[in-house]
Structure formats: structure tokens, C-alpha cells
């Protein structure tokens, strides 16, 4: 039991001995932790309680979770 603890022990110092603090002093333009990045588009939240959702045929803009519709098929998917 303190052949394995002790092993523990030493192979976590080992893995966090090979982390470091560091942090680059310059980010890339295109990265988002960067100042000069374009600002991502705002999400929409709550649109599912201020409006119905689409009909099919009708624009799913705002609805991104929705399911594309289905192709359409004829008869049922199981009928011989």
C-alpha cells in the first residue's frame, strides 16, 4: 500500500514538474484571447420564449439547433 501511494505521489510531481506558467507575450491577430479579434456574433438567447418556432418551409434563422427537414420519402419506411 505505500509502494503505490509513494508512486502516486512521484508520478504526480513528475506530471506537474512539466507544466509551466508561461504565457506568450504576443497572440495571434486571428486568436479571440487577442484585443485586435474581431468580435464573435452575439448568441440568441431566449428566442424559444419571445417567438414561435418556424414552420417548415420558413426561414430557421436564429434556430440553430433545429434539424434540417427531411427529405421527403414516399410511403412508409417499412411497408413491404
Not at 7 to 29: E, H, M, N
Request: proline share 12%; aromatic share 2%.
Amino acid at each position: 500500500m505505500r509502494i503505490r501511494t509513494l508512486s502516486l505521489l512521484i508520478a504526480t510531481t513528475v506530471a506537474l514538474a512539466g507544466c509551466t506558467r508561461s504565457f506568450p507575450s504576443t497572440l495571434p491577430s486571428t486568436s479571440a484571447a487577442s484585443a485586435q479579434a474581431p468580435e464573435g456574433t452575439p448568441a440568441v438567447v431566449g428566442l424559444a420564449l419571445r417567438e414561435e418556432p418556424p414552420l417548415p418551409g420558413e426561414s430557421m434563422d436564429g434556430w440553430e439547433a433545429l434539424e434540417p427537414p427531411a427529405p421527403a420519402r414516399g410511403g412508409h419506411v417499412h411497408a413491404h
